[in-house]
Structure formats: structure tokens, C-alpha cells
């Protein structure tokens, strides 16, 4: 992956990047995509003085996350299967840090695409080679995702939990993609700018059934980096 270019232009996570099947940009639609939270904070549904609240040990009041960061190496738009327009060629755009705050919204890409009918959006997590996280160690951007362990994904924020308020940070190490769906399908016709929202939920990562993942609970953490794909919503505005 060749992201030597961003590094000086990518001011916290903002990736602006061009479509690589677009021939003239100036002819096509354009979209956008930006990035927000929808959720800030998981609690318990209910409270009960006879159920747990937390699917770990400790009775948990809620989880607030603050910020999430995602080594991507490129973004995909992929077509529905009965579109065969542009030679069902797939968009691609990247690589970035994808960054998501709790009180801003974030310009993901703003870019000429091609007409066509879309279902879904594809995130490829990235990690790091052993030359790259030497490269990028003191990078302010890319430097916590090469150092000290090359990692691909990281969620800071907070728990308040029987009376103590402890800030955590969960880091995953795992190259994977994370797939987000268009529904209904997105379809983008000549001459037209679209703009949709990749949403983050913490409610939709850490409640599960009305009781709170602790993500201080070292035993969770698989569970939680599973349900990740979950906390993601692609919505058209």
C-alpha cells in the first residue's frame, strides 16, 4: 500500500481522493461520503435489580466512545449484480485513516463516479508491513497504527461503571473488510451529487439485549471487535 502521498496532506483522518475508473471527472456525478456518530454512548435499556447489566462482571452504567480510528486501504463501491454499466467496473478509493469523532463530521471523499446502481460500500482494513511501520512510527497520523504494534483499527473513549469513570482504548491487529450496506440500493444517475453518510452507532457496538459489553473486560474483546461490522450504517442524505 502507497500512502507516502497522504502523509503530508491528511490533517486528522480527512482523505479527499480521486475515482480511478473515471476518465473525465468533469462529465460524471459526483459523490460524497462524510462520517459521523449516530450513538455516542451505550447504557443499559433497562436496570434491574435482578438481572446484570454488563456481559462481563462488573455492573456497567455506560460506555461513551470519543473517537474511531480505521487504517484503510482503500474504500469500494460494489455494484448489484444485475448492473452491467461501465463494464460493472468497481469504484475505488484510498488509502486513508478513516476517522470518526464524537462531535464532527468528516469528509470521507468527495469524488466523479461513474452512473450505475450500488449495494454496498467495502472498507478494507490495512495493516502495516514491517518497512511501512518503520516509515511511519513518527507519523501523527499513521504513527498509532505502526507503533508499537502494527494495528488496523482503534476505539478510544470511555466507561463509567460502579462509580469509577476509566478511559480505554481498543485496538485490533486483524486485516479484514468490513462490509456496509446500501438499503435500498443506491442508484446514481448522470449529472447528479449524491451525498451519503457513513453512520457510527456505540450503541449498536457494545448493547447487546439490553446489557453493555465492558470494553475493559479482556475476554470481551473478540466479542466486541466482531460486532464492529454492526455498528456501521451507510444512509443517503
Known sequence: MN???LAAIVAVALAIAGCS???D????????????MTSTT??????????????GGRLIDSVRVDKVRILLSRIKL?????????????VKIGPAVLTIDNDTVTTVFASAIPTGTYERMKLEKHKFSGSEAAQYAADPVFGPFAFPDRITLIVDGTVYAEGETRAFTLTDDRTENLWVGFDPAL????????TVDLEFSA???????GNILDPLDVSLRDVIRARLKNAFKLKKR
Open 21 to 23: 475508473e473515471s476518465t
Open 78 to 90: 460494489h455494484r448489484t449484480n444485475d448492473d452491467t454499466s461501465n463494464g460493472g467496473k468497481d
Open 203 to 209: 450503541r449498536l457496538l457494545f448493547n447487546v439485549d
Open 25 to 36: 471527472p468533469s462529465s460524471e456525478p459526483t459523490m460524497t461520503m462524510t462520517a459521523r
Open 42 to 55: 451505550a447504557a443499559p435499556s433497562a436496570i434491574r435489580p435482578d438481572s446484570p447489566r454488563t456481559e
Open 187 to 194: 442508484t446514481v444517475t448522470e449529472s447528479t451529487s449524491t
Open 3 to 5: 500512502i507516502k502521498h
